[in-house]
């Protein structure tokens, strides 16, 4: 998913406006909306702070995909 997709996915999930998250995290609305369109990456200040409003963790809020185990890394049962 791409960076400004998830990061407006974890806003709207809590039913936050950019105006009400901007509030929150201390930005601007203007800032919200540029990070949502793709125009500026979010700050480490801003994905932290709106990881702790939102409850996501900031690889949610930024997009990372999580990798299937590495087959090495499995743990089979022995037998």
Do not use: H, W
Not at 36 to 54: F, N, Q
Not at 57 to 69: F, P, Q, R, T
């Amino acid at each position: 998913m791409v960076l400004s997709e998830s990061f407006k996915l974890a806003r709207t999930a809590k039913n936050l406006t950019q105006t009400e998250l901007a509030k929150l995290i201390g930005c601007t609305k203007q800032t919200i909306s540029d990070i949502e369109r793709g125009y500026r990456p979010p700050s480490a200040k801003i994905v932290k702070a709106m990881a702790e409003c939102t409850g996501c963790s900031a690889d949610e809020i930024l997009g990372v995909e999580k990798k299937g185990e590495d087959e090495n890394e499995r743990n089979y049962p022995e037998g």
